[in-house]
């Protein structure tokens, strides 16, 4: 059987081996994390926080994540485009995170491969 889509992360949830196609021509097929490693361009990071914290939250990200892109910010929810080569880094932002953030201010967080 074959579905057709747009959307990556709905190939992820209907299909074992997704293939991606290009101006008619199928360019190449996989699983859905063997893609995302080959032309992901790294990761989402996804922050739902009590509105008093979102600035403070914002500077921490931009302090130890400086090549993470801000994709938005409304209300108290973040998202972040953070790229391949700050894999590295998540582990020590995530200890500054618990470290200097209060314990109630983030509400629910999320990280997860990216699509370019």
Request: charged share 20%; net charge negative.
């Amino acid at each position: 059987m074959i579905l057709t889509t747009h959307s990556m992360e709905e190939a992820d949830n209907l299909a074992d081996t997704i293939g991606i196609m290009s101006k008619g021509r199928l360019i190449t097929t996989g699983t859905s994390i063997t893609l995302r490693n080959e032309f992901g361009n790294g990761y989402k990071l996804n922050l739902v926080t009590k509105l008093e914290y979102s600035e403070m939250i914002e500077e921490i990200v931009s302090s130890h994540l400086p090549q993470a892109s801000l994709v938005t910010s409304n209300a108290g929810s973040i998202s972040y485009t953070v790229p391949k080569s700050c894999l590295k880094d998540l582990s020590k932002f995530f200890e500054e995170l618990q470290l200097e953030v209060p314990s109630n201010a983030i509400i629910d967080w999320g990280i997860s491969h990216s699509c370019k």
